[in-house]
């Protein structure tokens, strides 16, 4: 059973910047899709980023051009870099991996933004 750990939520004033990482127990590179997910209180979860192998990374209309997905297969790590942060980004942020047939989430990271 693969693990998938996130860290570097926090508290952020509007504006300000966060790097979430998702460490993972796995060899990522064998996931065809990556991505970042997040939940905010008491709305559905929804795709923030996603990089599915051969292509390129999608993001949500609400991030774009502010949010920024990267992987570093050698230490089986994805980043969520987020500037320009809006209180709107308020959420639990989940980290995601995939392919045919397996699926695994980490319990996800909190991430504030006041206004």
């Known amino acids: 059973q693969a693990q998938l750990v996130e860290s570097g939520g926090g508290l952020v004033q509007a504006g300000g910047s966060l790097r979430l990482s998702c460490a993972a127990s796995i060899n990522m590179s064998r996931f065809a899709v990556m991505a970042w997910y997040r939940q905010a209180p008491g709305k559905q979860r929804e795709l923030v980023a996603r990089?599915?192998?051969?292509?390129?990374?999608n993001y949500a209309d609400s991030v774009k051009g502010r949010f920024t997905m990267l992987r570093d297969n050698a230490k089986n790590t994805l980043y969520l870099e987020m500037n320009s942060l809006k209180p709107e980004d308020t959420a639990v942020y989940y980290c995601?991996?995939?392919?045919?047939?397996?699926?695994?989430w980490g319990k996800g990271t909190l991430v504030t933004v006041s206004s």
């Open positions: 990089f599915i192998t051969g292509g390129s990374t």
């Open positions: 995601n991996v995939a392919r045919v047939g397996v699926d695994y």
